[in-house]
């Protein structure tokens, strides 16, 4: 086994869907002829029996055992049921023979950390593993029965986890990325592996002997598990994006925008589906979509995006119960921002809002409204809005509108319908609606900054080392 394959009709069979069925799929698993997928937030299923045949799987009510679902972020298959990762850090089963739920996990569990963020999920026997690229830290679930099971140097920031006797971690060190085996229990690193040729990597997944693995959404390598060995690599004819993928017996299924590739092919011939309008007009997880954006110059003069993704939009925000749905900016050129730091309009537009009447919430209103969140298990719309703070909006048309929040103060004379340059100064940097702001208008002075996309976010419904790929490409 060796040498370099590309995919098209000749040797797969493609099911082609409608634009904007599933642009950017974080990942898929196959289950009697079912691909399920996790996409915009949500899980998708793919009839492969009844090509065209597709549908978004919710339970009643959009929650499981009285948690709300808020945005999927990852999936597994355990047996013959799916395990789903909920952004926020909950997690929840589906069996799809009967259409059961179950809650698994919930973020508030005994033992969790308020400042952990859950990007990826695992599953193997009867055991599922969970990677927190936060606090470095890799969970293991037996039966009831959670604990910490890897604690190393270097799964902070982790981009992707796969397991079966050991553990494998695409990990993350600075600008590079390293394949690493864990032995254990107790896990410890037992080795490293170096693929060669690796530009960006954003997918892991082991079957067999094998571990597979995504490269600059291009180009899937195949690698022999125990010495690391590349055997194969595979390509879509045409620069097609790869996505996920998953490995089913001798077959290879490899999800892209709006197509699955299954190869070997399981009929001579491929089947598409006939153009049709797109699903939905504006998907922030779109891959195009920067090039809808106009060129950005940072909100802060001498800032620098965070190089954590808890503080970049998708993490969890437990102590609300939630998602993070922007940046947050801390350092400015002369180090910590402060109240008196400006902030700068990114970008040509006009102020939709400028909030001059925000009343601080008191310290019993802010107990009640976190209260809340935790009691409904997400962050009701009226409650962000106050936990966001004083705020300016910046519509730049086309649907795109910035949001900059927590601010102290707003720049005089800053009024609605006025149109403001790039760089001009819109307001100062604050802490307004954090709970920080309960010790004083000083603690946690930051920029919560959002950059929204029609009723979605930048940075939405990708994993999180995708937000930090992309994030740099909206700045000049």
């Not at 029996?49 to 009285?66: D, K």
């Not at 026997?125 to 927190?132: A, I, K, T, V």
């Not at 922007?326 to 400015?332: E, I, K």
Request: aromatic share 10%.
């Amino acid at each position: 086994m060796s040498g370099t394959i590309f995919l098209d009709e000749d040797n797969a069979t493609i099911y082609r869907y409608a634009p904007g069925t599933f642009a950017h799929p974080l990942r898929m698993v196959v289950l009697n002829r079912t691909a399920y997928l996790a996409d915009e937030g949500l899980l998708k299923a793919v009839d492969l029996e009844n090509p065209g045949r597709w549908h978004i799987v919710r339970p009643p009510g959009n929650a499981v055992e009285g948690v709300p679902i808020k945005e999927l972020g990852d999936l597994a298959l355990s047996g013959e049921s799916v395990l789903l990762l909920d952004r926020s850090g909950d997690l929840y089963r589906y069996f799809p023979e009967d259409g059961r739920w179950s809650l698994e996990r919930s973020a508030t569990m005994p033992g969790a950390q308020p400042r952990q963020y859950l990007a990826s999920v695992a599953s193997y026997e009867d055991d599922f593993y969970l990677l927190d690229i936060n606090l470095g830290q890799i969970w293991r679930h037996r039966g009831e029965k959670g604990e910490v099971v890897a604690e190393e140097l270097g799964l902070e920031e982790a981009i992707d986890l796969a397991v079966d006797e050991a553990l494998y971690v695409l990990a993350q060190e600075g600008s590079q990325a390293r394949l690493v085996k864990l032995s254990g229990p107790p896990y410890k690193v037992a080795q490293g592996f170096d693929p060669p040729g690796l530009v960006a990597p954003t997918f892991l997944f082991v079957k067999g002997d094998y571990l597979y693995l995504i490269d600059d959404y291009r180009r899937l390598l195949l690698l022999d598990k125990e010495s690391g060995e590349m055997m194969r690599d595979y390509y879509l004819r045409g620069g097609a994006e790869i996505c996920a993928l998953y490995a089913e017996g001798d077959r290879l299924y490899l999800a892209s925008r709006d197509a699955i590739y299954a190869y070997p092919g399981l009929t001579p011939s491929t089947w598409e589906r006939a153009p049709t309008e797109p699903v939905a007009p504006f998907l922030p997880h779109d891959p195009q979509i920067l090039e809808a954006l106009p060129s950005f110059i940072f909100p802060i003069e001498g800032t620098r995006l965070p190089d954590r993704a808890y503080l970049l939009p998708g993490a969890p925000r437990l102590y609300r119960y939630g998602v993070h749905e922007g940046t947050d900016f801390y350092l400015g050129r002369e180090g910590a921002v402060t109240e008196k730091t400006p902030l700068l309009a990114m970008a040509d537009g006009v102020v939709i809002r400028a909030d001059w009447e925000y009343e601080e919430p008191t310290a019993e209103e802010m107990e009640e409204m976190l209260a809340e969140t935790q009691e409904t298990g997400y962050t009701p719309l009226e409650i962000l809005e106050r936990l966001r703070g004083r705020q300016v909006w910046i519509d730049l048309g086309g649907g795109i509108v910035v949001r900059y929040c927590h601010l102290s103060r707003i720049a005089e004379g800053l009024e609605v319908g006025q149109e403001v340059k790039q760089g001009s100064i819109i307001g100062y940097a604050g802490n307004s609606g954090t709970p920080q702001a309960q010790a004083g208008p000083e603690v946690g002075v930051h920029l919560h900054l959002e950059v929204r996309l029609g009723d979605g976010y930048l940075g939405q419904y990708l994993r999180p080392s995708e937000v930090k790929e992309r994030l740099p490409q909206i700045f000049e």
